[in-house]
DNA sequence: GCCGATCGTCCAGCATACTGAACAGACGGC
DNA sequence: GCCGTCTGTTCAGTATGCTGGACGATCGGC
């Protein structure tokens, strides 16, 4: 059951926005990606959101009519449809369609875990997963989101931006969220790492996200502008990052972002001409 | 570039929804689903959807305003946010869970592909799958929809269905989608199918969704009353499914719909305590 | 089995979100 | 280089979707 909270409005922009309907559907949606599984009627997401509870039915019904959310006796959740648009979205990114091509070919990297992930803000999306043959399932699930901070994707494409673009993104923010003991929790860390990244080329999470397990990350420029930056990652327990394989690893990374970054790409048509699938 | 076409009213139920501008933000992305990857500006979308300019222009905003749909210079495509959503959906559902944890210990199935499906309407839209050993991909995409009446899937929820609920999907309809040769027809043909189905215990696609490749399907059914039917299918080539092996495989599928089925789970706690992931 | 609380749904009035036309800029072609 | 056609954006007026309150159904507790 979702816990009663005071009133809050959700994701600011709400005040000025020229289809406001739109604006709050979104906002239920979110609110019922945060507790994905229950279901909430209206009265209760009225009350999150702060909004008129009568306001709140007529736009789930209208999504439920859509199929975006699902009714669950009297209650609401995500509905199917969202798969199918998550899919749409994901095929549509060039990048994770080559990713999958590419993370399975790489030497070293392909028995473990590989993965796609896009800077937004200060938060990672992961897009794609490239499972290795380890038995220990460490991935996150795709359209998860990380902080940036924490992951060595995040710094990596945080180390990629130009500096008036990081500062942009840093602006008024004080404190970091940290995940264990060892992420970093002040900006000012941040900047030094930033800087350890550039330098070295590829950036590392050591157990900053969850412990025994490490990360290591390089940046993919995105293709067109204003497009956030894209960044792979391997990643691997701890006890397994071993000195003769880290550098594997690195390479192999380098070589993913390498296939990934080059516009010059002969298989641009491949997706209009593949197979459609059975099942 | 998306081709012009005469106005439309995009899922009919646009005229009596009570939040039409949530009705119409859903038709532009189903719009920009369809033809995911190229950009489409405002005044494309009003012109296929036979609404004003405008007022496309103020929902894509605000739809942008959320990363529900990107910006591409001055177009709009799917935004992040959707893989953001689409994950969640994905993760609330027990099943897909389960799945992911029964399908690798399947004794034969374990090899070759194995997905999961919904039910909705007269199609499956494809919610998780495993991906065996074999270097041949045939599986769709996650959030993919196929008609059901081509699918093992399909065919093995449909035959799952009573009757009256059966009528009543199949009510009005007089000719069947298809995708290869071999693909189902008419209604008449199906029922007969379907009468095979039942009797057999498991559903079989025999090159009717894509030459070469067969399925086999078995029906899972909903834990919640009105949630449409799930189903499991192997997919191999052709050459594959001998006389030897498809036996172990329909016994797999059996043990997997099996354990999706059964509502005493004694993991119904795993997804809370789960590792968050590492980046 | 009664009652209180809370739920989801319905309806009419008002404020507001939507409409339609006019605006300026960007291509592409004869 | 000009012009025709397209684009995306802006703005004021009005129809319309949103709001708040009341209704009936349901659940839980003393």
Excluded: W
């Excluded at 060039?94 to 993965?115: C, H, I």
């Excluded at 038995?135 to 180390?159: E, H």
């Amino acid at each position: 059951m979702l816990e009663s909270a005071p009133i809050i409005d959700e994701s600011a922009a709400e005040a000025e926005s020229l289809a406001p309907a739109v604006t709050r559907a979104g906002a239920i949606l979110d609110l019922l990606a945060e507790n994905a599984g229950e279901a909430a009627g209206p009265s209760e997401l009225a009350r999150r959101l702060g909004l008129p509870k009568s306001s709140i039915a007529n736009i789930c019904n209208a999504l439920a009519d859509m199929g975006l959310v699902r009714r669950i006796g009297t209650g609401f959740a995500l509905g199917r449809k969202l798969a199918e648009l998550g899919g749409a979205y994901l095929a549509s990114v060039d990048q994770v369609q080559e990713f999958y091509d590419a993370a399975q070919l790489l030497p070293t990297g392909s028995v473990e875990t590989v993965q796609l992930a896009i800077l937004d803000g200060l938060e990672m999306t992961y897009l794609a997963r490239h499972d290795g043959r380890q038995p220990v399932r460490l991935t996150s699930q795709i359209g998860r989101r990380l902080p940036a901070t924490v992951t060595a994707t995040g710094k990596a494409a945080l180390a990629s931006l130009d500096d008036t673009e990081l500062e942009r993104r840093l602006a008024g923010i004080l404190e970091l969220p940290t995940l264990t003991s060892k992420s970093i929790g002040s900006v000012a860390a941040l900047r030094s790492e930033l800087a350890v990244v550039r330098e070295r080329g590829y950036a590392m999470d050591d157990e900053e996200t969850v412990e025994g397990v490490v990360c290591f990350g390089v940046a993919i420029p995105g293709r067109r502008p204003g497009e956030g930056p894209y960044a792979a990652s391997i990643t691997l327990l701890k006890v397994r990052a071993t000195d003769d394989r880290v550098p594997l690893l690195i390479d192999d990374l380098h070589l993913l972002a390498g296939r990934l970054s080059d516009p010059l790409r002969a298989d641009r048509a491949r997706r209009s001409v593949a197979v459609p699938g059975a099942g």
